[in-house]
């Protein structure tokens, strides 16, 4: 097991110091930092299928009833 020795300051002054530096920057560059959207290559030249899933299961409601009616009919 290992031993935990009582620090009263954790950081050093020179931690410290560099720790407030690197949060001033970061506040400045939170400020100048504008997010741009990407341009999605894939999506560019694609066309978009809303109806795709309804025409998918009417295809396969048919295929279905054309053969259990090929069955059936025997």
């Known amino acids: 097991m290992a031993l935990?020795?009582?620090q009263e300051n954790s950081r050093t002054e020179l931690q410290e110091r560099l720790a407030t530096?690197?949060?001033e920057k970061l506040k400045q560059e939170r400020s100048s930092i504008e997010y741009e959207k990407p341009v999605n290559s894939i999506e560019h030249d694609t066309s978009e299928s809303r109806n795709l899933g309804a025409i998918v299961v009417?295809?396969?409601a048919v295929v279905i009833?054309?053969?259990a009616y090929l069955l059936l009919s025997r």
């Open 4 to 6: 935990f020795v009582r």
């Open 21 to 23: 530096e690197l949060q």
């Open 58 to 60: 009417m295809i396969t």
């Open 65 to 67: 009833l054309g053969i």
